[in-house]
Each structure stands twice: as structure tokens, then as C-alpha cells.
């Protein structure tokens, strides 16, 4: 089992950033990747990064178009913690976000590869 706790959301107007950190613990070394996923009202969950934590691709990160280039994914291995760095924030950002672990070193986009699910954090953005 791998217990995984959001934190790190908030209120932000547009063009602010927030960091938000997943902190794992249990199996963790049964983790190949973690994820960002985010659930707006209404809509379906979307995938939005994800970073290789095993294998010789570790650290290997991948984005949605969405948020590329505003969106920073990373870890600290000391802390068992995934970080989700958010610059130049939009009121399209909102949305509670789910950090997502995955037995695969790429899991990709889907959420039915991931295996264990925080509880998610809320994130909006004002106009």
C-alpha cells in the first residue's frame, strides 16, 4: 500500500503561482511514476504531469499541452515527496488536484494506470 496526502492548494488570482506537494509513504519503492491529475466541477478527471521516479529514465516528466511550459513537475527522493510547481496561473486551472502513483515507469495520461490516489487538494484561481 502507498498513502499518498496532497497539500499546498489555495486561493491564487490569475498570474499567481502555487506549489503543491504530495507527500508518499508505505511502499513507496513499489512506485514507478507519479501523477497530476485535476477534476474541475463538471468534468472528467484530467491528467495533467506525471515524473518517472525508477529506472534509468528517472526524472523523465511529461505534460499536458494545457500546461506546458506554466507547470513544473519534480521530486525529492529524501522526502518521498512529488512537487507540482504552477506559474502563470488561469481561472481554467481550477479544479481540485489528485497527485496519482503508478507501479509503471510511464503510465501515461490514463487514470486506470495509476494505482493509489490522495485525497485531492483545491486549487482556484480568481479573474
Known amino acids: 500500500q502507498v498513502q499518498l496526502v496532497e497539500s499546498g492548494g489555495g486561493l491564487v488570482q490569475a498570474g499567481g503561482s502555487l506549489r503543491l506537494s504530495c507527500a508518499a509513504s508505505?511502499?513507496?519503492?513499489?512506485?514507478?511514476?507519479v501523477g497530476w491529475f485535476r477534476q474541475a466541477p463538471g468534468k472528467i478527471r484530467e491528467f495533467v504531469a506525471v515524473?518517472?521516479?525508477?529506472?534509468?529514465?528517472?526524472?523523465?516528466?511529461y505534460y499536458a499541452d494545457s500546461v506546458k511550459g506554466r507547470f513544473t513537475i519534480s521530486r525529492d527522493n529524501t522526502e518521498n515527496t512529488v512537487y507540482l510547481q504552477m506559474n502563470s496561473l488561469k481561472p481554467e486551472d481550477t479544479a481540485v488536484y489528485y497527485c496519482?502513483?503508478?507501479?509503471?515507469?510511464?503510465?501515461?495520461?490514463?487514470?486506470?494506470?495509476?494505482?493509489?490516489w490522495g485525497q485531492g487538494t483545491q486549487v482556484t484561481v480568481s479573474s
Open positions: 496519482a502513483a503508478s507501479r509503471y515507469a510511464s503510465p501515461g495520461r490514463g487514470p486506470g494506470a495509476y494505482d493509489y
Open positions: 508505505g511502499r513507496t519503492f513499489s512506485s514507478g511514476a
Open positions: 515524473i518517472t521516479l525508477i529506472t534509468a529514465r528517472a526524472g523523465t516528466t
